[in-house]
């Protein structure tokens, strides 16, 4: 029975089959990417393959017996005495670079061969020598205090066969540990050989976190260490505080040169800070760089910060240039004015997108001013028409008072004609009337008064 579908998939059910590929350990420290794997042919160009040990050591092997080799197989390999167990980490054309970037010579009579691929037997004694590692680390230890030896046994090997330990310790000055070795081969009952590390190789075997929050850089990846000094934290103006600076092997943090080179280029392309700067006023000395913005800040005062002002790098080069004609400018600022340093307030960057954002606003059921979005919308309304209404009677008012006056002229005009002769006052009198009254604007359809009702029509009276 055919247990893929139609689009040549696996079935669900079936178990994947198990592979030292499949088992390999991801991610490890020494770990090579071999971008030649898609090539079958790159990996019968050569019979070398690289071995690692314990994730801290490999080395490189001749395959004379022409055994079919994967990366991630467990083999045995040749060693001094005995054999020791490795995982094939390379194969092929790729073993070749690796072992030119390491300096070892591909003609060299001294590599050692492999034997086999690890059987289970090799394997079991493989473990339990692994098995006693920390408690032989921690009973060396013990022994070398009784031995008054100012030294620190850090980690311990054992080979595949159990035959052999490496113990490697830290010591500051030279010790002479042959009374240790004689003690240890008697206790442990193995060969013993010492090799000797640094504070930084120590870490990279124990391991941690560093103060970024993550691996340590020495345990994750680094395999070569470079020496670290305090020049580079001056040039990327880092306060010398050993206590940020030094990291959990006490020494200088490895990450401090990875930038120095760009703050170096950086800085090659700025004035030089020695250089005061002169005024007609003060004479400037520098107080602080910002070499990527390509800004200088300067002070009045050499010990503190006083009167700082910041300025570009362009007008130092002119004010220095300026100095050396023997002409003070008013002010360091140039025409445009000194460029004040950016505060930067608080900024929630959550909340820009708020998880609200998308939420309705529910409308309010009731009238009136029993909800919020309801008492808004009802005080708008009332205030709408609140004004319409006065613009209203404002309207009304005018034109009542305009149809009075209408009816009060008639009324004048009335009272005149039945004077009955008499004569008009004199002009100069208190109730003296102007000569040419203002002609009044034609009425318009809305502001002539409305017409009187018709008298009803009264019954006519009876004559006796």
């Not at 003060?282 to 009045?300: A, G, L, P, V, W």
Request: proline share 5%.
């Amino acid at each position: 029975m055919d247990n893929t579908n139609d689009n040549h998939t696996t079935n669900p059910s079936e178990k994947p089959q198990l592979t030292s590929a499949n088992c390999r350990r991801k991610g490890a420290k020494l770990e090579v990417y071999d971008w030649l794997a898609d090539i079958p042919e790159s990996h019968d160009d050569t019979d070398l393959v690289e071995v690692r040990f314990k994730n801290t050591r490999k080395g490189y092997y001749r395959n004379t017996t022409h055994i079919r080799l994967v990366p991630g197989d467990l083999v045995a390999v040749e060693a001094s005495p005995g054999h020791d167990i490795g995982e094939v980490t390379l194969t092929g054309r790729l073993v070749l670079l690796q072992m030119k970037k390491n300096n070892v010579k591909i003609d060299n009579p001294e590599l050692k061969r492999i034997y086999r691929k690890a059987k289970p037997n090799d394997l079991e004694k493989f473990e339990e020598a692994k098995a006693k590692e920390h408690d032989t680390m921690i009973r060396a230890r013990k022994i070398a205090e009784d031995l008054h030896l100012d030294m620190k046994i850090g980690d311990v090997e054992y080979q595949g066969d159990g035959n052999k330990a490496i113990f490697y310790y830290i010591a500051d000055e030279r010790v002479d540990f042959r009374q240790l070795i004689k003690v240890l081969a008697e206790v442990f009952r193995v060969r013993i050989e010492m090799k000797q590390i640094g504070a930084r190789q120590e870490a990279g075997r124990i391991g941690g976190l560093g103060s970024c929050g993550r691996q340590l850089c020495c345990s994750g990846w680094m395999t070569n260490f470079v020496s670290v000094a305090t020049s580079a934290a001056r040039y990327q103006d880092i306060a010398l505080n050993p206590q940020k600076l030094a990291g959990q092997c006490a020494k200088l943090k490895c990450c401090l040169n990875y930038e120095a080179d760009a703050y170096v280029e950086a800085q090659k392309r700025l004035p030089s800070r020695e250089i005061p700067l002169e005024t007609k006023l003060n004479t400037y000395y520098h107080f602080k760089t910002d070499i990527f913005k390509r800004e200088m800040s300067y002070s009045t005062d050499k010990s503190m910060a006083a009167n700082v002002v910041t300025i570009s790098a362009e007008r130092v080069f002119e004010v220095i240039a300026l100095n050396k004609k023997g002409v003070k400018p008013d002010t360091l600022e140039s025409e445009a004015g000194a460029r004040a340093p950016e505060r930067r307030e608080f900024e929630d960057v959550v909340g820009q997108d708020s998880l609200t954002r998308f939420d309705k606003a529910k409308k309010s059921k009731k009238k009136g001013n029993g909800g919020n979005g309801g008492g808004n919308n009802n005080g708008r309304r009332q205030q709408a028409n609140e004004s319409r209404n006065k613009s209203g009677n404002a309207n009304n008012n005018g034109n009542r008072g305009q149809n009075k006056a209408a009816r009060n002229g008639k009324k004048g005009g009335g009272d005149k004609e039945a004077n009955n002769g008499q004569q008009p006052r004199k002009e100069g009198g208190e109730n003296a009337t102007p000569k040419s009254a203002p002609k009044q604007a034609p009425k318009s359809a809305a502001q002539k008064p409305a017409p009187k009702p018709a008298p009803k029509p009264t019954a006519p009276e009876k004559k006796e």
